[in-house]
């Protein structure tokens, strides 16, 4: 029992960090939503340079570039990727990797062979469609890949969406229905349950990554606090001011230890109960840092306004409030 | 106690609901935050005026007509519940025309109010600056004297409409030396197309312009465009910060419709026996209620000589954390849909998202409720 | 349209506030905890003596002494009576009033004649339960009368109930289930009208006495952290506690013209919304009091106590905020 | 990163299961506010202590088993699940002998800790003063310096368990010339039978009597039970407030076992269907596992030699007001039976109550978090 990252663990956090801190996250975000992917990939490439995507994927297959599974390792890789703010479908395509990873284990190795490779070493991202997920599929445009699965159990590399993409609320995001056909990969219970997984793991990162939205929100709200004056003192003196903030940092770091638990066990439930709260949290953080930023928080200039953006779709990305409930309790019943 | 309208009041609404039904167009107009619906908005504004609904409360002569609070407020719920558009003139009418009713010259009143009905002149608000949000006695930007009028100087901020809009009113300070900041402010109005005025529009999360900055390098307001005495700036504008924080701004109707809407959008979309939901909806419902009760109780204290004051606090807190909740709600019964930036909700969400700052930040307002509603010590501020 | 009250009912108002504030109600509440009923009857023969129970039976009768229904001024009668935290079943006896004059009014006058006067006159206490009300008949033991209405439609003045009186967590009410039998005194459609006529009414006044409550708590706390300081300050000058009586006020100003709107239309779903909405303002308010006033609120020394202990019964009695949330909605389907 | 327990630490907990299993009185012993039940409670302090059960962590030789703080909670979470009885000398336990660990002579503990664990003697704190709630610093109780000890004068209050306990430990002004408030202070332990001692109990909400007010007239206490230095008093008593606030006080195993008793509840009484029940549960199951989880990492930190700070405010305000969540959630499955005295969640709803506002306020526990976590500026206190 040490319910704590390990040194290595805590180490390679600090890796991304620093890697992200020096990467000009938010340009790549703002150009990201502008439709211009090339620094969002870019900075892929980097951050799957330090093996974040192939903790992924089973190492079992080792022709195939996997380090994992290793949750623990990339949730907290993820509470870094919320923290700085990094756009795309990063959550789809380790949750794809997770998908064929896990498909090749139960024996169907085809598709892990033609795509795992591309995906761990971050040449290309990917998107994907899940049972139990959402309709919608993240950023298909930027992604060299979409897969979905459908509730019968097939497994197929899609083609262009229906329509164009739509716009998110937030502008780094772009969302496509993935049309039912293209090509078939797979298909049988070996895909559901290999989904089943994925969808799990899509769970628990975009949990990780809503922390890490949480934590990047509150820090900058505290640092604002600090240094607004008004009536000739800085209103992080206040203590409507301090308490709300205090309640922000509970919600979080109450949170943390969720999103831990569920990246070590991988249970549903508490996988569910790990994307409850830390969605929760950082939607609450948003909702705080533009209540104290005011005015200026309410505008897209300030970089605020990326984290802001995010909060209230990944709070209900791979699993709303109301559906991770159902899950906590589903599972626990008799 | 009585709720009920007089037949007078029941025949006016009839005639403002026939009107509406007549006039109101069948699909949504473009979001007035963009230069297309700022400019469909101007002719709804026009038609509106044509048939004397743009602004029922006025006198007759500038375009009104003359109707009570009673007939306001009934003709906002018709005109919410019709499904009528945003108002793009609400600054001019709901900020700067009461201005010009208690401290504006008749000369002021017939040559500003009625292009600001008919849409043909629409009106920004300039007070906050940079380093004043909350705290405006603070202001800075100035109007120094010249022959027959003011050169205003300084920067304005969070000036709402002022990306689309043609002319704007705020507080300058004209007396540097005054011993307290409040005092030595004026009160002008000023075109935003004057030399000197440079105006850069500032994204609203949803990426829209719904304010602006405001930079003005010596911009020449004439004598005519001074509201009340030079000097007198705070208290004239303390009066339009309670009209804003008041009844006007955010009438009943609006949270009935939109209570209404999240209703209609329950039965279509929600699971009937998702009581989780059933709970927050009717939530809503109730909070609707109590506001447009709330306001017929404020209402009817006014239509017998009372002064509304610090009650508007409790009026302001209560819509705008309304309004999130409602909208909030509207986006868990819609699932996946709710982030699709065009969905009918989307707008309204990030809209009802700036309640809680504008028009004195929500701390602040609790702080009046407590000190003057409650008594209790003034803190610091 | 004047949606406030008028000079009349305002007096009104003011004569039963001058009568309670003269009458040592905490005493009173003391005593009928500690099952000595004398005080609490003799308050309510003296406001019996405004005419406040007349209120609520219907003029028609004259003979009965029925004054109403008058459901406005019997409201803002309540507000009084639960400012002052009269003990008793007082909305009991109101909404058996209701029942008896009611049923006399659809043609059944037998039980009208034989009870309504008596109840009119303050002379006697009544307690009931109601179809779609709780199991539970409150203060039984000092109540004269006991009816039930049950399912069926069966009126009856029941007798002891089964075991003794069950303790509340407010010491000034006790529960006990009637038995099922007792006199029988009419049955049919017309006792089950009357009796959903009798239910809304008591729901109207329940939420009235609530928005009382909440009122006297609002009160004491304010004069409290005015004198009480700590940190060398009156604790009322930090900002968390004004903003935390703010939010108290906020949510009773709300409340209260629902109340009013209530008792003016006695429409089901508008005395739902008043009971909500007053029922949670009045328990938030016991909630804000007591942590307001820290150790000392937590003690049944303070009078604010009698308050404290009443806002969660009140909040659920005649209607939990749940049941009204549903009968909010469930009229306004379709 | 690991969540599991080594070997030797299952079959510790093996064995406390095995033991309560056989231990446990079959039905709840009597409220402890009460005197029936205050000696009932003492019983099972004996019946733990016969077989070093009592005070696990503490060393052997005072009665305990020298156990970590893995082996501690888990023996916490044994215990709750177990459904044993609350610890009437808890006071003494996680309050006065963590200080006597720390601060206290080898001659105290050694007389002191024994008959604490088993129950022999139980003890009451007294810290607050009427005028003194959150702000401690003002306190005016006084001990005066006479041959061989202390005359202890003056008042205190909310003092847990005084109307039944035996001794109680406090600190008191030495000297009233210090030039600081928190100067000057010496914490003592002094007989609640000694010669001029009087016990008022005040009744809580429900009645109970589960503090008291003691009033001191010259009570001698003899310098033997002076702990640490005179005049250190405050710094001691902040080591015991963050005890108190801290881990020791509430242990996560009691809301496991609360919120399991709150999902049978609502298994047995709640609608499936009902998703708003449905949510709140689920919130308070996520709630108890969050507290677990934050107490291990809390717990491991600590193993691996951190102290534990100002974090211990955030699990305060997390507990009191999980608490009151989780009961209030219990009396709305319960419907009409939730106001019944005697219901299974009445008293622990009471109980609740008061965690927000003991071992310091959560309002001053906010200050703390946001001065001492987040460095915002100190305000007024």
Known sequence: MRFLPTGEQSDFARTLRGLLDASQVPAAVRAWGAGDHGPGRALWSRLAGTGLCALAADEAHGDLGGLGPLPVELALGFVELGRAGVPGPVVETAAAAVLLSELARLGEEGPAKRFLPGLVAGEALATLTLPGGGPYALDADAAAYCFTVSAAGGLRLAGGGEGGPLRSTDPARRLSRPAPDGEPLATGPRVLAAARTALDWARLLTAAQCLGVGEALLASTVRYVKQRTQFGTPIGGFQAVKHRLADTLLALEFARPLVWAAALGLTPWEVAAAKLAAGEAAYAAAMTALQLHGAVGYTEELDLSLWLRKARPLRDAWGSPSACREAVLGELKG | ?381
């Open chain 2, 1 to 381: 106690m009585d709720l009920t309208h007089a037949p007078e009041v029941a025949a006016f609404r009839a005639e403002a609901r026939a009107w509406l039904a007549a006039h109101v167009p069948d699909s949504p107009l473009p979001s007035l935050e963009t230069a297309e619906g700022f400019a469909a908005h101007r002719a709804w504004e026009a038609r509106l005026h044509a048939d004397r609904w743009s602004a029922v409360s006025w006198p007759a002569e500038y375009g009104g007509r003359g109707v009570d609070i009673e007939r306001w407020l009934v003709f906002e719920e018709e005109y919410w519940a019709a499904g009528a558009p945003g108002r793009v003139s609400q600054n001019g009418i709901s900020l700067l025309a009461p201005t010009l009713f208690d401290h504006g010259s008749a000369e002021q009143r017939a040559r500003v109010l009625p292009p600001m009905a008919s849409g043909e002149v629409i009106w920004a608000q300039a007070w906050s600056e940079p380093e004043s949000g909350s705290d405006l006695a603070s202001l800075r930007s100035r109007a120094v004297r010249t022959g027959g009028g003011w050169l205003l100087s300084g920067q304005k901020t969070w000036s709402s409409r002022a990306a689309f809009a043609d002319r704007a009113f705020g507080i300058f300070r004209t007396d540097p030396q005054a011993p307290k900041p409040h005092q030595g402010l004026t009160y002008l109005m000023f075109d935003l197309r004057a030399p000197g005025v440079t105006v850069r529009p500032i994204g609203r999360l949803d990426g829209k312009p719904a304010f602006a900055e405001l930079f003005l390098d010596e911009v020449f307001v004439p004598d005519a465009d001074v509201i009340g005495e030079p000097g007198q700036g705070w208290r004239i504008a303390m009066s339009t910060t309670g009209n804003e924080r008041g009844l006007t701004l955010r009438s009943p109707g609006r949270f009935l419709a939109a209570a209404q809407r999240l209703r209609a959008l329950w039965r279509a979309e929600g699971d009937p026996a998702d009581t989780a939901a059933r709970d927050r909806v009717a939530d809503a419902v109730v909070g609707a209620r109590a506001y447009e009760l709330f306001t017929w109780a404020a209402a009817s204290r006014f239509a017998a000589g009372e002064r509304i004051g610090a009650e508007s606090s409790l009026n302001k807190v209560f819509w705008s954390e309304y309004d999130i909740a409602l909208h909030e709600t509207a986006l868990d019964l819609l699932g996946p849909d709710a982030e699709l930036a065009e969905g009918a909700w989307a707008e309204p969400w990030v809209f009802s998202l700036a309640g809680p700052i504008y028009a004195g930040t929500n701390e602040i307002q609790r702080d009046i409720i407590a000190e003057r509603l409650l008594g209790l010590p003034k803190g610091r501020r």
